[in-house]
């Protein structure tokens, strides 16, 4: 089964273009939204860098999603979108000083921290603001999720979050800090996550932490868990919308919130993966000596997750019902690893037929590059088309 696309309108448009289907971005946002307030204490951020295009932003600020920032420009775009500062994050290994104090000017509601340093350098900025920040640690749980080595977080191996074992000293320097107000944990363990299990291991090591703090009287209101929630790339018309239910009442299972508790997510790519297609078209089909090539316009500066991660895109030819062959299907730049997928079935592809690669709404347009000195792709949402 092929995606439903408005062929006509993507004709008298410059390829390759990223087109956002805004029903299925709706109806997920709807999705998440109903399935999170089953539980009081849930609050639902969404992770900016997995796409910021404005008209995208836009719709997710609309549904009343937090932000989840891991930088000054993500907290700019984020701000401009219209997320409130008070329903803001911030998180990442390497936060600018011009970051932080731009967080701080904002008032954004936390800052997730990462290292004693940079929890000493928060502390001077405010100060020097005359401010107090709220601060959560990012414990690194040592949690190794099932998925791709490169977009596994919450190793110990991984550059990411406060070792368990220095979380207590931590927090006992924070409470001697006048300028930040030690508020919560915070936990990723990584992304494109499909198994519960792994959440669940989370869960038991969240708990285990929390008992500890108990034991020293130490009252944390807020309790982040991050995100990471996969979607399935094989069948984005079948499965458009990840299962959230699943996903909350793995943590409502699991989790032992204390009733004073809030519980907060960073979903990502769950909640734009499957609304986005980059839609390329055919330059040249070309006979190679064991196998033909469909050689595309776009390429992996356009997205890089089939190069980078060696990720699976659901590759379809939306002009063509010709019978299906199989092709290698490449882009046009001059790097080996240019290549969206190997003895694709498509069907019969000519020059000029449109491509859709599907689930790319995630990691796919903020990731694109000029690379080649090519011009970046725009993005199309399908209210724009109609
Ligand atoms: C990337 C990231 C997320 C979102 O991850 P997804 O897998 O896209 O849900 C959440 N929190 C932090 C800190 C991140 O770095």
């Given at each position: 089964m092929k995606g439903t696309f408005p062929i006509e309108k993507f004709r008298e448009l410059r390829t390759p273009f990223y087109y956002y289907d805004t029903q299925v971005l709706r109806d997920t946002l709807a999705c998440i939204r109903t399935e999170a307030a089953k539980y009081d204490n849930y609050s639902v951020h969404y992770a900016v860098k997995a796409n910021a295009n404005p008209k995208v932003l836009s719709i997710?600020?609309?549904?009343?999603?937090?932000?989840?920032?891991?930088?000054?420009?993500?907290?700019?775009a984020a701000i401009k979108a219209g997320f409130p500062a008070g329903k803001m994050v911030f998180a990442g290994v390497g936060k600018a000083d011009w970051e932080i104090e731009l967080g701080l000017d904002y008032g954004i509601f936390c800052f997730n921290v990462e290292s004693i340093p940079e929890l000493e350098i928060i502390n001077e900025l405010a100060a020097a603001k005359g401010k107090v920040a709220n601060v959560a640690f990012r414990i690194n749980p040592n949690v190794g999720a099932h998925t791709h080595a490169n977009i596994t977080t919450g190793l110990a191996e991984n550059k990411f979050g406060i070792s368990m074992e220095d979380m207590d000293k931590v927090i006992d320097i924070a409470l001697t800090l006048?300028?930040?107000?030690?508020?919560?944990?915070?936990?990723?363990?990584?992304s494109q996550i499909l198994d519960m299990g792994d959440f669940v291991v989370l869960c038991n090591r969240v708990n285990e932490l929390q008992d500890k703090l108990e034991a020293r009287h130490i009252r944390i209101e807020h309790i982040n868990v991050g995100g990471g929630l996969g979607i399935d790339y094989g069948h984005p018309n079948r499965q458009a919308i990840p299962d959230f239910k699943s996903y909350f009442e793995t943590y409502d299972n699991c989790l032992k919130l204390r009733s004073y508790q809030t519980l907060h997510f960073e979903l990502g790519r769950a909640v734009v993966g499957q609304c986005g297609s980059l839609i390329s078209k055919v330059l040249y089909v070309k006979q190679g000596t064991n196998k033909q090539f469909a050689i595309l316009d776009a390429g992996m500066t356009d997205l890089i997750r089939p190069a980078l991660y060696q990720a699976f895109h659901k590759i379809e030819n939306i002009t063509s019902e010709a019978p299906v062959q199989a092709y290698d299907v490449v882009g046009p730049i001059c790097e080996s690893s240019d290549v969206f997928g190997k003895a694709i079935d498509l069907n019969g592809v000519k020059r000029g037929d449109l491509i859709a690669l599907r689930s790319a709404g995630a990691y796919g347009e903020i990731m694109a590059s000029g690379y080649n000195c090519r011009e970046l792709p725009q993005g199309y949402t399908s209210d724009e088309l109609v």
């Open positions: 997710i600020r609309e549904s009343g999603l937090g932000a989840d920032c891991v930088s000054g420009g993500e907290i700019r006048k300028n930040v107000r030690f508020i919560g944990l915070h936990f990723h363990i990584g």
